[in-house]
């Protein structure tokens, strides 16, 4: 078993919209309506947007591979991408997701090593992120990992405002 991660780039775009496609359809269309899900997915992972996305140095996007095939990816954030403002010693995680059929193999893990590995070597003191108050393996995951819910903020799903839980986790 190897685990192996590229930082994405512009060229990336197309092979990140289709893991982005992949991973939100399966994590949540079973909750979700098909309209609501359309159009989120047309909003977040057009190639107009994962371009911009792409090309924020506050951004950054990791692929991650399983043997050799892409499992997953990482999105964080620091400065002004945050999706809220949570001050200038902070790492959003705006995105982690894993293919199902790679999930229970330590891949969340080794994303989230990563993502604090980042904001350890750019000098940040904690790195939070929102989860659907309905995604319960999610939130039992990130508790296992040491984070501490903190709050709410919203998350739009098409035309339907659903609620994330905010939680942190204290670096030093």
């Known amino acids: 078993m190897t685990i192996n991660i590229n930082k994405c780039t ?16 399966e994590t949540f269309e079973h909750q979700n309506s098909p309209e609501n899900m359309n159009a ?57 997701y894993i293919k199902k059929k790679f999930q229970k193999h330590g891949i969340g893990k080794y994303l989230l090593n990563k993502a604090m590995e980042i904001a350890l070597e750019n000098n940040k003191k904690k790195i939070w992120l929102g989860v659907w108050e309905k995604n319960e393996n999610a939130i039992a995951f990130y508790k296992k990992m040491g984070f501490v819910h903190s709050g709410v903020h919203s998350f739009y799903m098409g035309g339907e405002k659903q609620m994330d839980f905010i939680m942190i986790k204290t670096l030093i």
């Open 40 to 96: 989120y997915l047309d909003r977040a992972f057009n190639l107009k947007q994962l371009e911009k996305e792409l090309s924020n140095i506050s951004s950054q996007f990791f692929l991650v591979y399983f043997n050799d095939e892409a499992a997953g990816y990482l999105k964080v954030n620091t400065n002004e991408a945050q999706s809220e403002e949570m001050g200038d010693e902070t790492l959003e995680i705006e995105r982690i």
């Open 10 to 25: 512009l060229e990336d775009s197309r092979k990140l919209q289709k893991i982005g496609y992949e991973t939100f359809k």
